[in-house]
């Protein structure tokens, strides 16, 4: 069965993972937003591509990161790569290829979206220090 994306929730790990307050988010996408009205969207399984697009713009994380990324697919096709044979102490890993190609996958994205977040780092920085000289 596949798990479903939740979009909200991806907005809010990316938005952690920059350090950026909900505040500062809303303050960035303009005077129709609030930090209420952030926390409320990190609320919602799906977004409005619109919506979506705005934060991708703010955030300079690509709208297929919020919408794709799936954190527990991820943690679940790398713990599904060892199987228990014991009591708790000992893994032998298994070799079935499916999982393990989709566990690389899962890591190349995650490497992908770590790169990307890097790249924007310094952007957000100057975004912040211009959001506190203003205040």
């Given at each position: 069965?596949?798990?479903?994306?939740?979009?909200?929730?991806?907005?809010?790990?990316?938005?952690?993972?920059?350090?950026?307050?909900?505040?500062?988010l809303?303050?960035?996408?303009?005077?129709?937003?609030?930090?209420?009205?952030?926390?409320?969207?990190?609320?919602?399984?799906?977004?409005?591509?619109?919506?979506?697009?705005?934060?991708?713009?703010?955030?300079?994380?690509?709208?297929e990161?919020?919408?794709n990324?799936?954190?527990?697919?991820?943690?679940?096709?790398?713990?599904?790569?060892?199987?228990?044979?014991?009591?708790?102490y000992?893994?032998?890993?298994?070799?079935?290829?499916?999982?393990?190609?989709?566990?690389?996958?899962?890591?190349?994205?995650?490497?992908?979206?770590?790169?990307e977040?890097?790249?924007?780092?310094?952007?957000?920085?100057k975004?912040?220090?211009?959001?506190?000289?203003?205040?």
């Open positions: 069965m596949e798990q479903k994306i939740h979009q909200g929730r991806n907005v809010k790990r990316f938005r952690e993972m920059l350090g950026i307050k909900q505040e500062a809303a303050y960035d996408l303009g005077e129709d937003w609030s930090q209420k009205k952030i926390s409320m969207l990190e609320q919602k399984d799906i977004i409005e591509d619109n919506v979506l697009k705005l934060i991708s713009n703010s955030l300079k994380i690509p709208v990161a919020f919408q990324f799936n954190e527990e697919q991820a943690v679940n096709i790398i713990s599904n790569t060892f199987n228990d044979q014991s009591n708790g000992n893994y032998y890993p298994t070799f079935n290829v499916n999982p393990i190609e989709k566990w690389i996958e899962a890591l190349e994205e995650i490497k992908r979206l770590n790169s977040l890097l790249k924007s780092k310094d952007e957000h920085i975004v912040l220090e211009k959001l506190a000289k203003d205040k």
